[in-house]
């Protein structure tokens, strides 16, 4: 890995809360807002980048707006199964993939990154680790998203026996989505980033997306750090994030996106991306309806 010369860096921070239809804006944009200020309030603090990320998507996980943590979306089998990954770019990175009853994935990833020498701990066994680590029991599921699933299946049903549910709703998977992100850089240079979800709705149970898989939807490197938002499956298959950071080692971090977001595009890619390049650029884009997304850089806060 190439060697960096390290100066002080004004401390910058993007995080996005879900690229799609947004139905709330008001709420979603006071959450991206509180998290910007609160991870960019670690990084004046001197804390580190990795602390900053991890704390703006916790705090979006906790916000029963957002798709992750509680208030995730079901899955068909009326399960909360979710998927969060952290990476900073040394490359060191922690994920966890189909984890239930837990507050916080994000949290749980960077344990992984932590406290083992694995990568991505999946289900049971993410879970299993996550009870051993400390993190208590916890229901993310609201009366929201139960009756959300619930008036869905009605919907899709409407009357008939319906032998293949999931089949049926995959129609509507891709509707709302809403997964959140985070990318920092720290005083000494140092870049990390964060995403954290429920998953499409109405997801088939065991099914994982982007967000855990290191490359997909989340990636960091020395050229920068990237969280995507979007059609996991698609995003998965063009290796976005990874593909994002290749494209930032000639480019800033937003004409990078842009390249990005348009070979989405051209693939039938429903999705956006946040980012940040080694000069602590930020870049944003989307080919969706909308994407909930703040920053904090040189100071100022931006929100969409
Ligand atoms: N990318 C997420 C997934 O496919 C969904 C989203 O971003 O809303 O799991």
């Not at 344990?111 to 029991?137: N, S």
């Not at 989505?177 to 720290?186: E, K, N, P, R, S």
């Not at 930032?248 to 971090?253: D, E, N, Q, R, V």
């Amino acid at each position: 890995m190439t060697k960096r010369k390290r100066t002080t860096k004004s401390p910058t921070i993007i995080v996005q809360g879900g690229a799609g239809r947004i139905t709330d804006k008001q709420s979603h944009r006071r959450g991206v807002q509180g998290a910007a200020l609160a991870g960019h309030e670690v990084l004046r603090g001197g804390g580190s980048a990795l602390d900053a990320v991890i704390r703006a998507v916790a705090l979006m996980e906790d916000i029963p707006t957002f798709n992750c943590g509680t208030g995730s979306a079901l899955s068909i089998g009326g399960r909360i199964e979710m998927d969060a990954a952290v990476m900073l770019d040394d490359l060191s990175c922690g994920a966890v993939a189909a984890i239930e009853r837990v507050r916080n994935p994000i949290l749980v990833a960077r344990k992984v990154m932590e406290e083992t020498d694995h990568v991505l701990l999946v289900g049971r066994g993410a879970l299993r680790f996550a009870r051993r680590m400390g993190f208590k029991p916890h229901d993310p599921a609201t009366e929201k998203r139960r009756r959300q699933r619930e008036q869905i299946i009605r919907q899709l049903k409407s009357g008939r026996e319906v032998k293949y549910l999931d089949r049926l709703a995959s129609q509507m998977r891709g509707e709302k989505l809403g997964t959140v992100g985070a990318v920092a850089m720290d005083a000494t240079g140092r870049i990390a980033a964060a995403t954290s979800t429920g998953g499409m709705r109405l997801h088939q149970d065991g099914r994982v997306g982007d967000t855990p898989i290191i490359g997909a939807g989340t990636y960091a490197d020395e050229n920068g750090g990237i969280s995507a938002t979007g059609h996991g499956e698609q995003i998965m298959k063009l290796v976005l994030a990874a593909r994002t950071a290749c494209f930032m080692a000639k480019a800033t971090a937003q004409k990078a996106v842009d390249r990005a977001i348009r070979l989405a595009t051209r693939k039938g890619c429903e999705c956006g991306l946040v980012a940040l390049d080694r000069r602590g650029n930020v870049g944003f884009g989307f080919n969706s309806k909308v994407m909930s997304y703040a920053y904090v850089t040189g100071g100022n806060l931006v929100v969409f």
